[in-house]
């Protein structure tokens, strides 16, 4: 650590490791001259390295989704408009051509979407839309495309491996439709790889299973996992740091370890307290965040989570937040909140 | 697969005998009939009956029923007697075949090459003027009548401008051999290219005039398909892989958007055959439809018989082809 503002600004971050994606300042808006402008992403930061996983957390609509489509270039030409800084390994994203961008999409850079097999092409056999990938970015054909698709679905635990090439998504299970799409996206080794809430789709065993998979595939590899989940369940087995969103911007961005035990953020708290827990008793219903985003304010008029905020005050609804290193506890952290929730750091620590 | 081709092919004979049962009470309750057709408003009475009776009409019904059931399962439809008298129904359709075959065919092809391309576009480019205007033609298409359509053309192109010729399959007199009854085919097939290019000719205008429906109706699926599979996560899981253009248009996209289009055209040759009657009629082109309009104004039962009976079967074996063809390239059905 250089200064004390990268340790601050930057959790998470290891010493000497480079950033391999660094997101600043991301604006997604929607919406043209003629229809209401929506912003959707409203000056997003965050940066993955090598070997490392990071989450995005927040609920339904908070724009992870579009964070991510915007970092790998997906977001529809007309109708979105991007602003801000996308760099992948030094290199600026959002002003590449769209033919470079392809290149590095499924080859530098992969993503994994929430519903399996929605995301499967129901009339392709399975082993095309894997050797597909390796024919556009390695030019490999034939025999040898095939045999690469047999060991990737072999690796990602497809069981009989030969035959489910010529199989279609319809004839899989939501677990392997999942493991497939896995495989189409590290099939040329990615350096870093998005899953968008890769594990919604399917029962809590399999959960599990995907979650074990991905974690060892990145660690083995030395991917760099962008982690997108509504759940902090499914955070806590995996990511390093963890970025949690509201309505567009972060609101809390601290390690794994110091997130869960000292949440700061009454939003966070509010996700924490809706985790199940092993030793909680059976039958109790979890608490969700109480309300719903109909109920936000805008950012500019102040704390867009003020209204289902338990511990909202004067200053809430009259200034907005800032992101700003938290003071109230040990671990570097960023907090966006006027009145957060009891830190690990006393007066006499600061 | 092959129970699903048994299942089809017996529901298919069960139409066409549905469909013989209205369609033997449907003409003989129609106004006039073949007796005062063929004898005109001045016959005697005596000759009527002598008429009727050498057509076995004076049978009651379900006997006339019985007798066209027994022999059509033989191929065998009666007699002509009002567009080739003296002719077995059978070899009227025949000999119309080809000609209706050949307009049918040329008007399908025109009408999915310029409909699957530019419905894809529209749907890419949706919004812009050229999908607006092609949206706005395509509703012309649905809306203007076929014999209309025809009658404009014929009168711009034929008439007017004399480019084209206005009527019939080919010029008189031009020194054609005929094998195959398919006059542009036998032209080639004999090398005589001047029949050949006159018979294609006269091919255009009604053609053009009969793909305007399923140019328009193939149109506007294939847009509307399109744009919905443009939306479908697969596309964005192709993108998302970073393939190449083409392959996201032909493999992910278009694959999924024609599976509605294959089973629209199967539904098109019902509006096709139904075209090719009024078109035929305008450009007086010896087809199928044209011996049905002329069936129609002399009441000639035989050869009415025969064309729509042998129309309802070949719309059933088209759609029947087309459900094979679905099967092929939707696995989903296949692997049920
Ligand atoms: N194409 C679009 N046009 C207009 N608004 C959009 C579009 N896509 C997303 N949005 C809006 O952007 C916001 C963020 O959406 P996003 O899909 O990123 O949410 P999310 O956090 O991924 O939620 P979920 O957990 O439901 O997937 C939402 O309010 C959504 O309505
Ligand atoms: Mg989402």
Request: one cysteine or more.
């Amino acid at each position: 650590m250089t200064t004390a503002t990268t340790s601050t600004t930057q959790p998470g971050r290891r010493s000497g490791r480079e950033p391999l994606l660094a997101v600043e300042d991301l604006r997604v808006t929607f919406g043209s001259r003629t229809s209401r402008t929506v912003t959707a992403v409203d000056g997003v930061s965050f940066d993955v390295a090598p070997g490392e996983t990071v989450g995005l957390v927040g609920e339904s609509g908070c724009g992870k989704s579009v964070t991510s489509l915007a970092v790998m270039g997906l977001l529809p030409a007309r109708g979105a408009q991007v602003a801000g800084s996308v760099r992948f390994d030094g290199e600026e994203l959002l002003t590449l051509s769209p033919q470079r961008m392809a290149e590095k999409r499924g080859a530098e850079m992969a993503m994994i979407f929430q519903d399996p097999l929605s995301s499967l092409n129901p009339v392709v056999p399975i082993g095309v839309q894997v050797t597909e990938v390796l024919e556009r970015h390695r030019g490999m054909k034939g025999g040898a495309a095939r045999k690469r698709a047999t060991y990737l679905l072999e690796r990602v635990g497809i069981p009989d491996p030969t035959r489910r090439l010529s199989d279609y998504a319809h004839q899989l299970s939501g677990g392997m439709r999942q493991r497939a799409l896995i495989a189409m996206a590290l099939a040329c080794e990615p350096r870093l790889l998005i899953a968008d809430e890769p594990t919604t789709a399917l029962d809590v065993t399999i959960q599990a299973q995907i979650l074990a998979l991905l974690n060892e595939l990145v660690s083995e590899s030395g991917t760099a996992l962008v982690m997108i989940t509504h759940d902090l369940g499914v955070v806590a087995g995996l990511c390093s740091t963890v970025n949690v969103l509201y309505a567009g911007r972060v609101v809390e961005r601290a390690d794994r370890h110091p997130l869960f035990a000292t949440p700061r953020h009454p939003y966070t708290g509010g996700l924490l307290a809706s985790i199940p827990r092993l030793d909680e008793e059976r039958g109790r219903r979890l608490v969700p965040v109480p309300g719903s985003v109909a109920d936000n304010i805008p950012w500019e008029e102040g704390c867009a989570f003020a209204p289902r905020c338990p511990n909202a005050g004067d200053r809430c609804e009259a200034e907005t937040p800032a992101l700003v290193p938290d003071r109230g506890v040990r671990d570097p952290r960023l907090l966006r909140c006027h009145y957060p929730l009891a830190g690990d750091r006393t007066e006499e620590d600061a | 697969m092959l129970r699903f081709i048994v299942r089809r092919m017996l529901q298919m004979l069960l139409a066409l005998f549905a469909l013989s049962v209205l369609l033997f009470a449907w003409l003989r309750s129609l106004p006039g009939g073949a007796v005062s057709a063929l004898l005109g408003e001045r016959g005697s009475p005596e000759a009527a009956a002598e008429l009727r009776a050498q057509l076995g009409l004076d049978q009651p019904l379900p006997v006339q029923y019985w007798s066209f059931l027994e022999r059509a399962a033989q191929g065998d439809f009666g007699i002509s007697n009002g567009v080739y008298i003296g002719q077995p129904a059978m070899d009227v359709f025949l000999s119309r075949l080809p000609a209706t075959v050949e307009l049918s065919f040329f008007a399908i092809v025109i009408a999915l090459t310029v409909a699957i391309p530019l419905g894809y576009i529209a749907a890419r480019r949706r919004g812009s003027l050229l999908d607006t205007s092609s949206v706005i033609s395509s509703l012309i298409g649905v809306a203007v009548p076929i014999f209309f359509l025809a009658y404009v053309l014929k009168y711009l192109f034929a008439v007017r401008w004399g480019i084209l010729p206005p009527s019939g399959r080919q010029t008189a007199g031009i020194d054609a051999t005929h094998i195959t009854n398919f006059y542009v085919l036998d032209g080639i097939l004999t090398r005589e290219w001047d029949a050949a290019w006159d018979a294609f000719q006269h091919l255009i205008l009604p053609a053009f005039a009969l793909a305007s429906i399923p140019f328009a109706v193939i149109f506007r699926i294939t847009r509307a398909s399109v744009l919905e599979v443009l939306e479908e996560d697969y596309v964005r899981t192709a993108a998302a892989k970073g393939l190449r253009a083409h392959t996201i248009r032909w493999r992910h996209v278009m694959r999924n958007a024609l599976i509605p289009v294959v089973t629209m055209i199967g539904l098109q040759i019902g509006a096709l055959l139904a075209g090719a009657v009024l078109t035929e009629k305008v450009f007086a082109f010896q087809g199928i439809g044209q011996a049905l309009a002329i069936g129609f104004e002399r009441r000639d039962y035989p050869v009415l018989q025969v064309l729509i009976m042998m129309a309802a079967l070949i719309y059933i074996v088209v759609n029947l082809l087309v459900d094979i063809a679905y099967a092929i390239i939707d696995p989903r059905v296949r692997t049920r």
